[in-house]
């Protein structure tokens, strides 16, 4: 998978920081390249892609995902932020990294805040609320950035509790338990 452009197969002009999974061959590749591996429990998430289930886009700092895959008449999507910190070296992505932040926010149906080491279970959560929600943002961050995505995420819940709509939420947090993500040295 290449983030410095998406599938140019419908005539879309490349678009650095987002790769959309659309490609059957680019996702297989995705998950034999992330079998086995310390990153392996976000498979679900990718089978569903691979399966058809699930429309996914893979968004980094700076990128911005193309406006068709915000048409609220696609089959199920899925849109990774994708704002922890690839090395130890770099920070985790602040909510100001990422230009669509609130308009991808006021796009979902649901949104996950992802500040924790990974697991299965999650990224399955997060195929079932496609599946219910047809709209799921999964900000992954880094437990430096949390409180700052989370005020975003509340901003937009009472906007739509203003108006009487509910904002189904949830924030997986490595802080209750003491912890901070991510730790190195853990992963593969």
């Known amino acids: 998978m290449r983030f410095s452009s998406h599938n140019n197969r419908s005539g879309y002009a490349p678009r650095p920081g987002v790769a959309c999974l659309d490609q059957p061959g680019q996702i297989s590749k995705l ?21 058809g289930e699930l429309a996914m886009a893979a ?32 920070a985790a992505s602040p909510p100001e990294a990422f230009p669509q ?12 805040l992802h500040a924790t080491g990974g697991k299965e279970a999650h990224y399955r959560a997060v195929v079932a609320g ?6 799921v943002l999964l900000i992954e961050t880094a437990t430096s950035q949390e409180d700052a995505w989370l005020a975003l995420v509340e901003a937009e ?6 108006s009487g709509r509910v904002f189904p939420a949830v924030c997986i947090s490595a802080r209750p338990r003491g912890g901070v993500h991510p730790v190195w040295g853990t992963q593969a």
Not at 62 to 83: A, E, Y
Not at 101 to 112: D, E, G, H, Q
Not at 157 to 162: F, I, M
């Open 31 to 51: 998950i034999a390249a992330l079998d086995g591996t310390g990153h392996a429990f976000a498979l679900p998430l990718y089978r569903a892609a691979l399966a």
């Open 59 to 90: 968004l980094l700092p700076g990128g911005r995902v193309p406006t068709r895959l915000l048409d609220h008449t696609r089959p199920p999507t899925v849109i990774v932020v994708s704002g922890d910190p690839a090395n130890p070296t770099e």
């Open 101 to 112: 932040a609130r308009r991808l926010l006021a796009w979902s149906a649901s949104v996950m």
């Open 130 to 135: 496609a599946k219910a929600w047809r709209r």
């Open 157 to 162: 819940r009472e906007r739509r509790l203003a």
